[in-house]
């Protein structure tokens, strides 16, 4: 860490960029993973966050203007690529997240074939979201580290229009299928990862739950390849950092995703920062991950700080510079204002 410098003289952005290419900082930044919890913060609901461009960008706008984070995160929800395939997605009531509604979309080979190639500019969700981007990037793109989720990576998107306990069945029984499906997936996830670079993305982030549950046999045979892809395919258009995410208990799989090619891993707080400082390369970051229910829903202010403390002191004495501070998944929308300040300022 750089001894005696201001921190007042460096911006989040840089404080992000800076940690995230292994460069010295005065401090660790802080980037927690704030979607719904900025509808929260701007006092709209959930169905206008994600269906309007101006409200979802308003809603950053506003909970950077609160909390004065390191880095915000662009994300309306986990089923924009979904949708923009053509899977019907809504909620039942405008404080619930969008999710996929009625049969899978793709039960058969044929189905697939009627995917149509990707077109972020037209289909879905996708022009809403870029132009969201764009608002945000106008006005906190030279201060604040913008991360913009290119939704999901091919098997977690193929379990959504696949259906999951569908997909997990065909991975054994009909693994040609789910192979072809995630072809469709890459297409997507590449496409749209693309566009929002384009649009002022500092990073770009993707999720792969369910990868998570399969083992590290069929992850290491048949999902990690399609994440290599999927990077390698987009760091060869792209001058920014691609990320990772995998939820939930991810040591098992923890040495290949750090094989994946990504530039920072998103671990969750089922994964202890020791062991992920152990087997994950300094030269890759890692974002994360203290507990969001568990700590900071239903933790206080000084649990929050020490907490955030101990992680910092963890990566610092593991000899890491690549590291951000954040929850270890996404905000709930009940995190209480005086615990994710804690988490904000653990460092004063």
């Known amino acids: ?114 995917i149509p190639a990707p077109d972020p500019s037209t289909q879905g969700r996708y022009p809403l979201m870029i132009e969201a981007l764009t608002r945000v990037a106008s006005q906190l793109g030279k201060e604040v580290f ?6 999901q ?29 995630m072809e469709r997936c890459l297409e997507y996830g590449v496409a749209y990862a693309r566009t929002l670079h384009a649009a002022g993305a500092h990073m770009l982030s993707g999720g792969d739950a369910p990868a998570g549950l399969v083992g590290p046999r069929a992850y290491r045979e048949v999902i990690l390849p399609y994440e290599k892809r999927l990077i390698a395919a987009v760091k060869s258009t792209v001058t920014v950092p691609v990320s ?3 939820c939930g208990r991810a040591l098992p799989i923890l040495a290949d995703m750090a094989s994946s090619g990504a530039d ?18 300094p030269e890759i970051g890692l974002w994360g991950n203290l507990d969001p229910v568990g700590l900071l829903v239903n933790g206080n202010p000084t649990q929050v700080r020490e907490s955030a403390r101990h992680a910092a002191e963890v990566v610092r004495t593991c000899g890491r510079r690549r590291f951000v501070l954040s929850s270890g998944c996404t905000l709930a929308m009940e995190t209480p204002a005086k615990n994710l300040e804690a988490l904000l300022r653990y460092y004063l």
């Not at 915000?72 to 923009?84: C, E, F, G, K």
């Not at 913008?146 to 939704?151: E, G, L, M, T």
């Not at 891993?265 to 994950?280: F, T």
């Open 264 to 281: 920072v891993l998103e671990i969750d707080h089922w994964v202890q920062l020791e062991e992920a400082c152990r087997i994950v390369s």
């Open 1 to 114: 860490m750089l001894r005696g410098m201001n921190l007042k003289c460096m911006s989040g952005r840089e404080l992000v960029a800076r940690a995230v290419s292994g460069l010295e900082t005065p401090r660790f930044p802080v980037g927690p993973l704030a979607v719904h919890f900025c509808a929260r913060v701007a006092g709209g609901s959930i169905r206008q966050y994600t269906t309007e461009a101006r409200q979802l960008a308003e809603a950053v706008l506003r909970y950077y203007e609160r909390f004065k984070p390191d880095a915000v995160w662009l994300s309306a929800d986990t089923w924009v690529s979904a949708q923009a395939m053509g899977a019907v997605v809504g909620a039942l009531d405008d404080d619930q997240p969008f999710g996929g509604l009625g049969s899978p979309l793709i039960q058969t080979a044929e189905d697939i074939d009627r």
């Open 244 to 246: 990772l995410h995998i």
């Open 153 to 181: 990576y091919p098997f977690s998107l193929a379990a959504a229009l696949g259906g999951i306990n569908e997909l997990m069945l065909k991975l054994s029984e009909d693994r040609p299928f789910v192979l072809a499906l």
């Open 146 to 151: 913008i991360v913009a989720c290119f939704d």
